[in-house]
């Protein structure tokens, strides 16, 4: 079993996301990614991903025909009524297709949050270190 620590740099190929930095979160259930301009236009889901703020801000409008609505606890334990996809993410040499809850994360460090669904079965999670896989995908090691 390959080993993440507390967190790391992913790719999000479908989304054009290179080496983003996510927090690895055993306390979360469900992933999150960092969207701004989030709304269902016709029956169907366009939002921007991050913000002006984010340096890998392209300003690119995303369209999801397939959606769901979910009642997902934030990090205050409140629950918040949020979009749900699916996309693919790239964690060491695994493309996983997962589900990510649609947030605005601006005023957190990290844009992506990879809960305990996607890490279940796959991870082991080493807390005193950190971007373990994007050093393998670096050094080729």
Same mark, same amino acid.
């Given at each position: @079993? *390959? !080993?993440?620590?507390?967190? =790391?740099?992913?790719? @999000?190929?479908?989304?054009?996301?290179?080496?983003?930095?996510?927090?690895?979160?055993?306390?979360?259930?469900?992933?999150?990614?960092?969207?701004?301009? +989030?709304? +269902? +236009?016709?029956?169907?889901?366009?939002?921007?991903?991050? =913000?002006?703020?984010?340096?890998?801000? !392209?300003? @690119?409008? /995303?369209? /999801? %025909?397939?959606?769901?609505?979910?009642?997902?606890?934030?990090?205050?334990?409140?629950?918040? *009524?949020?979009? +749900?996809? %699916?996309?693919?993410?790239?964690?060491?040499?695994?493309?996983?297709?997962?589900? /990510?809850?649609?947030?605005?994360?601006?005023? *957190? %460090? /990290?844009?992506?949050?990879?809960?305990? %669904?996607?890490?279940?079965?796959?991870?082991?999670?080493?807390?005193?270190?950190? =971007? *373990?896989?994007?050093?393998?995908? !670096?050094?080729? !090691?």
């Amino acid at each position: @079993m *390959l !080993t993440l620590g507390r967190s =790391d740099r992913v790719d @999000m190929p479908k989304l054009g996301l290179t080496d983003i930095h996510a927090k690895i979160d055993t306390g979360a259930y469900t992933s999150s990614l960092h969207c701004s301009r +989030v709304e +269902v +236009v016709n029956g169907v889901l366009e939002f921007v991903l991050l =913000d002006e703020e984010h340096p890998e801000f !392209t300003g @690119m409008k /995303f369209v /999801f %025909k397939k959606f769901k609505q979910r009642e997902i606890k934030n990090s205050f334990g409140e629950a918040e *009524l949020r979009y +749900v996809i %699916k996309t693919t993410i790239r964690i060491y040499h695994h493309l996983i297709r997962a589900e /990510f809850s649609l947030s605005n994360r601006g005023n *957190l %460090k /990290f844009p992506v949050l990879l809960g305990r %669904k996607i890490l279940r079965n796959r991870f082991l999670i080493d807390v005193t270190k950190k =971007d *373990l896989s994007y050093h393998h995908k !670096t050094q080729g !090691t």
